[in-house]
């Protein structure tokens, strides 16, 4: 079976490679580590959380994956994803990128505004993640780690022809970034993740050395 990559982010189609494998890194071989119910450092281990239950999270490669990104899932990332960005300094990347793309997704800057911020996503999800239609659904403040942040709701579709729906609450904190996103397919796995986003962003708490 074709193997097509889809984290967190990277709205990208992929094919359920075993998913019976999720959740049992620690006991053999597979890209996911299980997350138990207890307070995690995730990202760079700028913030933590705890999970309501525990969750599946996707193993780092060596090279390949941006430091400040973390992902997680609970069926499999093709149906629901949780991402967490922690403490991104200006200049830095979302996602890896060849500088030599005529498309690039821009680089997150520490006086970008939410609208710039929720601009950023959208242009990682049609450059990266391929979506053929995305729209927002509503954008308005939100708390988060004690600051004045955002919510950014949307919906979009992939070329799986599959709906998905997403939530983003994030706040910019020192010129940093911290975001939590939702990414799920509309029917079902939404309404169904929904409640677990919202207790990992209530938990949620900066790790200040």
Known sequence: MKRLKRFGFLALPLALSACGGL????????????????????????????????????????????????????????????SFVSGMRSGRELVRQRHSASQQVPRFRSDMTAPEITAMLESLYRVKGGAVDLKTLSL????????????????????????????????????????????AARSHYWDATLPDFEALVASAQLQRG
């Open 140 to 183: 308005q403040p939100r708390p988060f780690l004690g600051a004045n942040g955002f919510q950014w709701d949307y919906e979009h579709l992939d070329s799986d022809e599959l709906w998905r729906r997403g939530r983003a609450v994030g706040a910019v904190i020192d010129g940093k970034l911290y975001l939590i996103l939702l990414d």
């Open 23 to 82: 959740g049992g890194g620690e006991y053999g071989f597979s890209s996911y580590a299980l997350v138990r119910v207890r307070r995690v450092n995730v990202g760079n281990g700028d913030m933590s959380v705890v999970a309501p239950r525990p969750y599946n999270r996707h193993r780092r490669i060596l090279f390949e994956d941006v430091r400040d990104v973390e992902d997680w899932t609970q069926n499999g990332p093709i149906l629901d994803g949780i």
